[in-house]
């Protein structure tokens, strides 16, 4: 199993910057997938962004591109999102995920989720 917690919301003004962190214990596979989500008041959970535990392919939503980059650090145990470049409509509730691949299964897992408030 694998326990998510993420830190680092907090409220800005238009144009801002914010850094998510997300640490992370338990047992870490090669082919796992970190990620953050995020959900705004009244709409579905959606994609921010994903990068493999061990580096690969980043993939981000096209909201967040050129201004969100992930990163992971394996000594740390962290993944983190840098924000910058906020707006209004960033403002969400921003939850860390991982997905572990390991011996034919996938699981998911979430952390409580930390609140980010863009303010025009």
């Known amino acids: 199993q694998v326990q998510l917690v993420e830190s680092g919301g907090g409220m800005v003004q238009t144009g801002g910057s914010l850094r998510l962190s997300c640490a992370i214990s338990?047992?870490?596979?090669?082919?796992?997938?970190m990620g953050w989500f995020r959900q705004a008041p009244g709409k579905e959970r959606e994609f921010v962004a994903t990068i493999p535990w061990t580096g690969g392919t980043i993939t981000y939503a096209d909201s967040v591109k050129g201004r969100f980059t992930i990163s992971t650090n394996t000594h740390k145990r962290t993944v983190d999102l840098q924000m910058t470049g906020l707006k209004p409509e960033d403002t969400a509730v921003y939850y860390c995920?991982?997905?572990?691949?390991?011996?034919?299964?996938?699981?998911?897992?979430w952390g409580q989720g930390t609140q980010v408030t863009v303010s025009s």
């Open positions: 338990g047992r870490t596979f090669v082919r796992d997938v």
């Open positions: 995920h991982a997905r572990q691949l390991y011996l034919g299964t996938s699981n998911d897992y």
